[in-house]
């Protein structure tokens, strides 16, 4: 079975602190690594990366992939309370319309 | 990026009942998906609804528990039905729109008494 792999799971940090979330793979042939962020219902798109070792930036946020080690991060700086969120790491498999790979998210909670 | 609403935002029913989700985008897209969200876990996908076709059921969810319907390339419902409290779940369409990104609905919140 494919799989997606987060970690760490969740956690804790002050506002203004860096965070990095990781996310490992296994599966070899996808079509597109995504990230999305999760407040309290709908899943929102943060970057979608296809090759390897080109940062995507957004704000405070950025991300990278690396097809080589099989995995991802995305780095949140100078974090706010509206950070806090559970993040997903998903892959865009490459069957014929790109099935979904869900990892199981990593809840970040920004305290004050 | 594709505008997508749907509608209950969330529901309160009691067990034996149904619930229609009405999932409506603002432009046409070929492929709309949905998802079932239980408490503290994942995504998990349902159904492939395309336009014209029947909708493609993932491995334990079937047509009689969860009909679907795509009458046209903006809008679709999915019911559940029978409802028992296991059912209680976030449910999300979702639509792949420009290449490989999919945008997800605002999500329907179920709670089943």
């Known amino acids: 079975e494919d799989k997606v792999v987060q970690s760490p799971l969740s956690l804790v940090v002050h506002e203004g602190d860096t965070v990095t979330l990781n996310c490992s793979y296994e599966?070899?042939?996808?079509?597109?690594l995504l990230w999305y962020k999760q407040e309290k219902k709908a899943p929102t798109f943060l970057f979608m990366l296809?090759?390897?070792?080109i940062e995507k930036k957004s704000g405070r946020l950025s991300s990278i992939l690396d097809k080589k080690e099989l995995f991802s991060i995305l780095n949140i700086t100078a974090t706010q309370t509206g950070d806090s969120a559970i993040y997903l790491c998903?892959?865009?498999?490459?069957?014929?319309?790109?099935?979904?790979?869900f990892g199981a998210g990593t809840q970040v909670v920004v305290t004050p | 990026s594709a505008v997508i609403s749907q509608k209950p935002s969330r529901d309160i029913c009691q067990r034996g009942t149904s619930l229609t989700i009405q999932c409506q985008v603002d432009?046409?897209?070929?492929?709309m998906f949905w998802y079932r969200q239980q408490p503290g876990q994942s995504l998990t996908l349902i159904a492939t609804?395309?336009?014209?076709?029947?909708?493609?059921?993932e491995s334990g969810f079937v047509i009689d528990k969860f009909p679907i319907s795509r009458p046209n390339l903006t809008f679709s419902t999915l019911t559940v039905s029978n409802m028992s409290p296991e059912d209680s779940s976030i449910y999300l369409c979702?639509?792949?729109?420009?290449?490989?990104?999919?945008?997800f609905g605002p999500g329907t919140r179920l709670t089943v008494l």
């Open positions: 609804a395309n336009q014209g076709s029947e909708a493609t059921y």
């Open positions: 998903v892959l865009s498999l490459t069957d014929s319309w790109g099935k979904l790979q």
């Open positions: 599966v070899t042939n996808f079509r597109s």
């Open positions: 979702s639509v792949r729109y420009d290449g490989n990104t999919q945008y």
């Open positions: 432009s046409q897209v070929t492929m």
């Open positions: 296809t090759s390897s070792g």
